[in-house]
């Protein structure tokens, strides 16, 4: 028998010949909440233009082809985030104080109490995702630009509608003007929002709520 075909013959403990390259297995799975919560933070620290798939991808600790198959595009995730956001303490403390607060008084004062703490809470990026990732979109991309305005006018309908049903309840005077205090107390949590980011504290933005509410006619 010759040295090169001893070499190739298989002996009692295997074969000797070259070894086999190992199978690829699948790709290790993810935990998609984990991941979702990831991009939600991203988004939210530097709105929807300024963050790129590979940053999310690097922040999610996943591949583009996991990206895609999981949430598809840049676009879909962040149309994700921002349900899910809406669902979240942060994001839903609003409708919450509407529908549980006897008064429209009660909920708007409970709203911007809420709003200077949940916006200054260091536990996650300042402000309001859905107003932070709005300064950033540019006409480039009008479908998000035009879903997040849709979102804050419709917040401000949503005010609007519960003003008005306190000026029949009586609990504000007939001159009252239900659409210029909707559009009002839109734009304090606008700034307060901002001023959250730009580094004020709950007590700054505590003060701002309080005055705020004495616009109360």
Not at 42 to 57: C, I, N, R
Request: charged share 25%; aromatic share 8%; proline share 8%.
């Amino acid at each position: 028998m010759t040295e090169a075909h001893a070499a190739t013959t298989a002996s009692p403990d295997g074969p000797t010949g070259p070894p086999r390259t190992p199978r690829r297995g699948r790709p290790p799975a993810f935990d998609r909440a984990e991941a979702l919560a990831a991009a939600t933070r991203l988004f939210w620290q530097h709105g929807y233009e300024a963050t790129s798939v590979t940053d999310l991808t690097t922040a999610m600790g996943i591949r583009p082809g996991s990206l895609y198959a999981a949430f598809g595009d840049k676009r879909s995730l962040f149309e994700e985030v921002v349900r899910q956001y809406g669902h979240s303490p942060a994001g839903e403390f609003a409708a919450v104080a509407l529908a549980e607060e006897p008064t429209a008084y009660g909920a708007f004062a409970r709203i911007l109490r809420e709003a200077a703490a949940v916006y200054a809470d260091p536990s996650h990026p300042a402000g309001c995702l859905v107003i932070s990732a709005a300064t950033n979109v540019t006409q480039q991309d009008a479908v998000i630009q035009d879903q997040l305005r849709e979102r804050r006018n419709g917040n401000l309908r949503t005010f609007e509608e519960r003003l008005r049903r306190a000026q029949q309840d009586g609990e504000l005077p007939p001159e009252a003007d239900p659409k210029g205090l909707a559009g009002y107390f839109g734009a304090v949590l606008q700034g307060m929002s901002q001023q959250a980011r730009d580094g004020a504290t709950p007590a700054d933005l505590a003060r701002t709520a309080e005055l705020a509410l004495r616009a109360w006619p």
